[in-house]
DNA sequence: ATTAAAACATGATAAATATCATCTTTTACA
DNA sequence: TGTAAAAGATGATATTTATCATGTTTTAAT
């Protein structure tokens, strides 16, 4: 089942890949080789909030979380990068230091390009500078709607909303056709929906009650996402 | 008392100013006229979210709160911008309809720059241009910190960083060595700090009893900044 | 295959916060 | 300046959510 017409994602995906399409062949082909590419162990990190950036990251596969640690050692995920995505981006154009860690959610694969080669770039191309200008204004409506339910919503509404995106962000991979699973430990669940993991447990019950979800070991599928959509009570 | 050493208001505050500052005399005075100014009274509605956006604005005095209304018609103050900052650029730039609403939280005198006054001078002036993209990269990291503290703070810590906050921004027009007066209603520190207007009445009383704050009527003043900074636990 | 560690799950309880009802004070304006 | 409306304040209560303790299952490494 679909989300278009009843759930409008694009309100909760930043827009990177119209960045990084802004680039000729070439331009793609010297920042963004998948030669160049890493591979990063599910839980590896690639940047920690207050180092001196050193340069942009391009998610060839795979998922990436953007997250701060608050005071009391909790973990808050501000967004989750998927596949084809650019990260890291923001402390270079900012010229300070990380606002955020990020971390391999899975095994990925990820091209590092040097704050050099990204600056020159934008000073090239036009297009390429207009287009994060895009993107960075589409980035604020995106973190407003999650400053507004992260504050005023409930647990149950703010893990449905969390299923609901990365299920989304779980469907590159997934045949057609078939119902993606969500594949995340409980924690980062919780870390998403920024509440207890005892929490996300109890919750997840009570869609599974509902019929709303399955669930197989940690795996997750989403039975009927227009319940989720309507648990989510986001208008 | 002062903020620096104890509290990185920098991290919290938009930087719009600079982006303003990359104009040339003659290009200020053509777009940003005192004279073709409007006042706004308290409570005003500049635009309101999922509106068409038609042009940016100017704040010469007051102040300006971003909010969005929520499921349960309860209102999260986004951001309050002060003198001197301007709003409403994220949805022209985004191409999307406004992602959040505007309101003068007092008497306040605002230009209005249209559209294409606004694209005219990004086309011309690169510095502009750059400026505003440093300006939107560092409003993620403002936002992130926000949303950390929104979903992981407690009611006592969101409120103490509002006073903050608002505090700050009430410094211009105060004389030099005075305490500023935070003069909100008791609501619209609900609506910034997230919380229920009853929670931020028994909290204030509570700021009060610590001799953190005095309070005259709705007007509040910090009587100790660094006991508020350790009671919104910001590390 | 075995086993230690990590993740998941559950129940009991405590803490935090919202809601509701009501009263008082302040503010705005006719 | 009197008065209605709005904002502020307070107490009682309900609800939500976190925390703690503990047991079970899964996972991954030897």
Same mark, same amino acid.
Not at 10 to 31: D, G, H, I, M, P
Not at 51 to 70: A, W
């Given at each position: 089942?679909?989300?278009?017409?009843?759930?409008?994602?694009?309100?909760?995906?930043?827009?990177?890949?119209?960045?990084?399409?802004?680039?000729?062949?070439?331009?793609?082909?010297?920042?963004?080789?998948?030669?160049?590419?890493?591979?990063?162990?599910?839980?590896?990190?690639?940047?920690?909030?207050?180092?001196?950036?050193?340069?942009?990251?391009?998610?060839?596969?795979?998922?990436?979380?953007?997250?701060?640690?608050?005071?009391?050692?909790?973990?808050?995920?501000?967004?989750?990068?998927?596949?084809?995505?650019?990260?890291?981006?923001?402390?270079?154009?900012?010229?300070?230091?990380?606002?955020?860690?990020?971390?391999?959610?899975?095994?990925?694969?990820?091209?590092?390009?040097?704050?050099? !080669?990204?600056?020159?770039?934008?000073?090239?191309?036009?297009?390429?500078?207009? +287009? %994060? /200008? @895009?993107?960075?204004?589409? #980035?604020?409506?995106?973190?407003?709607?999650?400053?507004?339910?992260?504050?005023?919503?409930?647990?149950?509404?703010?893990?449905?909303?969390?299923?609901?995106?990365?299920?989304?962000?779980?469907?590159?991979?997934?045949?057609?056709?078939?119902?993606?699973?969500?594949?995340?430990?409980?924690? !980062?669940?919780?870390?998403?929906?920024?509440?207890?993991?005892?929490?996300?447990? +109890? %919750? /997840? @019950?009570?869609?599974?009650? #509902?019929?709303?979800?399955?669930?197989?070991?940690?795996?997750?599928?989403?039975?009927?996402?227009?319940?989720?959509?309507?648990?989510?009570?986001?208008?």
């Amino acid at each position: 089942m679909s989300l278009s017409g009843i759930f409008p994602i694009e309100k909760w995906n930043f827009s990177t890949q119209t960045v990084v399409n802004a680039l000729t062949e070439a331009e793609y082909q010297s920042l963004i080789t998948k030669q160049g590419a890493q591979k990063y162990k599910k839980g590896e990190i690639l940047f920690k909030e207050g180092m001196v950036p050193s340069g942009i990251y391009f998610i060839h596969q795979g998922k990436v979380k953007k997250y701060k640690n608050g005071p009391a050692s909790r973990e808050q995920i501000i967004y989750v990068a998927n596949k084809n995505e650019l990260i890291g981006y923001h402390a270079i154009l900012a010229e300070e230091r990380y606002p955020d860690s990020a971390a391999a959610l899975e095994e990925s694969l990820i091209t590092f390009i040097p704050k050099e !080669d990204f600056l020159d770039i934008l000073q090239q191309s036009t297009t390429f500078a207009r +287009r %994060l /200008l @895009k993107a960075l204004s589409h #980035e604020y409506s995106v973190l407003t709607n999650n400053l507004s339910v992260s504050s005023q919503g409930t647990a149950a509404e703010r893990l449905a909303l969390a299923l609901i995106l990365i299920r989304e962000k779980s469907k590159t991979g997934t045949p057609a056709g078939e119902e993606p699973s969500i594949n995340l430990s409980r924690a !980062d669940l919780a870390n998403m929906a920024g509440i207890a993991k005892e929490n996300v447990i +109890r %919750l /997840l @019950k009570e869609f599974k009650n #509902e019929q709303i979800i399955r669930t197989e070991g940690r795996k997750i599928w989403v039975n009927d996402i227009v319940k989720l959509v309507n648990r989510s009570n986001y208008k």
